[in-house]
């Protein structure tokens, strides 16, 4: 009699892998939406894949596997034999804890992992803008400090402010490289932010060029985009709103006190 298995699933990634991440893989596994996968997640013992032989569930193990996924294999209870009628099972109800239905796909789009202070990997157009505000934001904050400081003790305001320019230079060069590496792009090419006329252009080509669908040679394409990075990403458009209005706002202020000067 052979032998059936089936892939059990407890809502783990494996250790190391983010936990959005295999989210993210395992909604690619299954052709699912990533709503779907994320009520698979919450520590329920699950049941992927069910009478399945031992190089079949294999297979199946191992893909999961390169999605981050933790899950393992066990053996299917044997059936025992009834000379009883039976009646036709009814259709199960719907559970949020139930597996997708479709099958695994034979080849898996990975996405790489996400790490900020790394010139490795890749990340897209609006990861990237989420970051560079996120940046923004803490330099800001940063300078803040670094002003409060200042008053205290001039060295001391002095030395935290040039800790403060390293770090976010050293941030701002690891996530457009990252970008570029996106695009498929020599990460060397972030220096064409430093060159005359081509460093005001070059940052609009970065925000609007897209990446390469698939793996290039830097790397899987970064997970879906969170709400946060959404959020972050459209504070954006308002910065750029008020600094619009900003600019219009002075300069019928300079236009106003030229007038009354004259």
Request: net charge neutral; with cysteine.
């Amino acid at each position: 009699m052979t032998t059936l298995f089936k892939i059990v699933f407890e809502g783990s990634p494996l250790p190391g892998v983010d936990l959005q991440t295999a989210k993210a893989n395992l909604a690619q596994l299954f052709r699912s939406d990533l709503e779907a996968v994320e009520k698979l997640f919450t520590g329920h013992k699950v049941a992927l894949k069910r009478n399945l032989s031992h190089d079949t569930a294999q297979k199946y193990l191992d893909a999961l596997h390169k999605a981050g996924v933790q899950a393992r294999l066990e053996e299917e209870t044997p059936l025992e034999l009834s000379l009883e009628e039976v009646e036709p099972l009814p259709e199960p109800a719907y559970s949020p804890y139930a597996p997708p239905q479709s099958d695994i796909a034979p080849t898996i789009a990975v996405y790489g992992p996400l790490k900020v202070m790394t010139i490795q990997g890749r990340i897209g157009r609006v990861r990237y803008l989420g970051w560079s505000m996120a940046l923004l934001l803490c330099a800001c904050l940063a300078a803040l400090v670094c002003v409060t400081l200042l008053t205290l003790s001039k060295p001391l305001g002095i030395g935290a402010g040039a800790i403060a320019v390293a770090a976010f230079m050293t941030i701002n060069v690891q996530i457009g490289v990252q970008r570029l590496h996106d695009a498929g792009w020599t990460g060397w090419m972030w220096l064409l932010n430093l060159v005359p006329f081509v460093g005001s252009i070059f940052p609009l080509v970065v925000m609007a060029v897209p990446g390469n669908p698939g793996t290039n040679q830097y790397g899987p394409p970064a997970p879906p985009n969170s709400t946060a990075v959404k959020v972050l990403a459209w504070l954006w458009v308002v910065f750029l709103v008020l600094m619009f209005f900003a600019g219009i706002t002075g300069g019928l202020s300079s236009v106003a006190q030229h007038s009354a000067a004259l």
